[in-house]
């Protein structure tokens, strides 16, 4: 057990700080969106806010989640080469928000910063399996390393793109994962300055950005954070699993952040099966993703949000079980008895209001 007490309390500083900065620079995002005309417009298919909305929210996320580390991250030896690849894909990304690139200049940038996580030594080295003389079968990866790695990165980066549809959602998501992956890091916490610890606070940080982002982002939507958003949340998200997690010798431990992230890991591998049945590429946008499903079957912009933040939470308390985290399933019971009885008293009401409107008419 630890010797010193809430080492959850490390998280705190880089919370409040990547929260204020993110809160302070969005207004000024929304100037330079609305200049540059890296503004969204609405539409019929894909787009369904109704005013133009300015999509350079992801620089303020950014920013806090950058000085949050540059003052608080100062134990963590991967600090400046984590901010430097969160830097260069958000204003890559940036730029694909002004201009639209082509799918290929964008799969060329998450490529290249798939290849710079893994060149600044940030790396998946190894993998443990839950069975083994010791209990846990550590399988080294060798020079397969350096590639898993990029498809990791690459991957959290168009899971997090296709999941930045409906308002609140991405930064909802990714803001309860972190908290898994912080809650995660706790659990394998050994003394004050290990890797762990570092973990701590970047995922405080990381915390701190999307709550700042949603004030202004929760339906209806003030600001979106683009591309630019998306794709630093992924690098950044992966790069915390890799520090945390995945350098951790327990059985099935990668299962963590991919049990957490099981809505939107899921829908970005139905969109891809789905588009090539289709005929069409898998970098082809469409209106299939979960979020839209949801939104065409009635829910509204709020209840969708919701609907992806409980599920992710109750993934994340399934994955911190396993983990280790034991009585956290209470957690996972309480928020799906929540989500069940809201499911319940949506449908009553929706019953309710359909026989008011049949009453309506036969009175008519």
């Known amino acids: 057990m630890l010797g010193f007490s809430a080492p959850w309390l490390s998280a705190l500083p880089p919370f409040l700080t990547a929260c204020a900065i993110c809160i302070a620079i969005v207004p000024l995002t929304t100037l330079l969106a609305n200049r540059v005309g890296a503004v969204a417009q609405p539409d ?7 005013l133009p909305t300015p999509r350079l929210g992801g620089i303020a996320m950014f920013c806090g989640f950058a000085v949050a580390l540059a003052l608080f991250g100062g134990g963590i030896t991967v600090r400046w ?6 830097a260069a894909i958000t204003v890559a990304m940036a730029i694909d928000d002004v201009l639209d690139l082509k799918p290929w200049a964008k799969l060329a940038l998450e490529l290249g910063a798939g290849v710079a996580v893994a ?20 399988v080294e990866l060798g020079w397969l390393a350096a590639p898993i790695t990029v498809v990791w990165v690459m991957g959290m980066q168009v899971s997090i793109n296709f999941l930045d549809g409906s308002d609140g959602v991405a930064a909802g998501v990714v803001g309860i994962v972190a908290l898994v992956s912080m809650l995660a890091a706790v659990n394998r916490l050994d003394e004050a300055h290990d ?10 940080a990381l915390m701190g950005c999307c709550v ?6 929760l339906p209806p939507a003030r600001v979106f954070m683009g591309d630019t958003g998306a794709h630093f949340l992924g690098v950044a998200l992966a790069a915390i699993t890799i520090l945390g997690v995945a350098k951790v010798a327990v059985g099935l431990s990668l299962m963590v952040p991919l049990i957490a992230l099981g809505l939107p ?26 979020h839209h499903r949801l939104l065409a079957r009635g829910l509204t912009p709020m209840e969708t949000a919701l609907t992806f933040y409980l599920m992710t939470g109750i993934l994340g308390c399934v994955g911190l079980a396993l983990f280790g985290h034991r009585r956290i399933l209470d957690i996972a019971l309480v928020l799906l008895i929540v989500a ?18 049949a009453r309506n008419g036969l009175r008519r």
């Not at 700042?212 to 982002?217: K, T």
């Not at 890991?265 to 979960?290: E, K, N, W, Y």
């Not at 069940?340 to 019953?351: E, F, K, S, T």
């Open 44 to 50: 019929e298919d894909r787009h369904i806010h109704p």
């Open 81 to 86: 080469q984590v901010v430097a690849v969160c």
């Open 119 to 138: 060149l600044s030594g940030i790396l998946i080295t190894f993998f443990a399996l839950p069975w083994g003389g010791n209990g846990v079968n550590l």
């Open 195 to 204: 890797v762990q610890s570092g973990v701590i606070v970047m995922s405080g």
């Open 212 to 217: 700042g982002f949603l004030v202004f982002n």
């Open 265 to 290: 890991i899921g829908d970005t591998a139905f969109a891809i099966v789905r588009r090539r049945r289709a005929g069409i590429s898998a970098a082809q946008p469409d209106a299939g993703h979960l």
């Open 340 to 357: 069940l009885a809201w499911l319940w008293h949506r449908n009553h009401n929706q019953r309710r209001a359909r026989r008011a409107l």
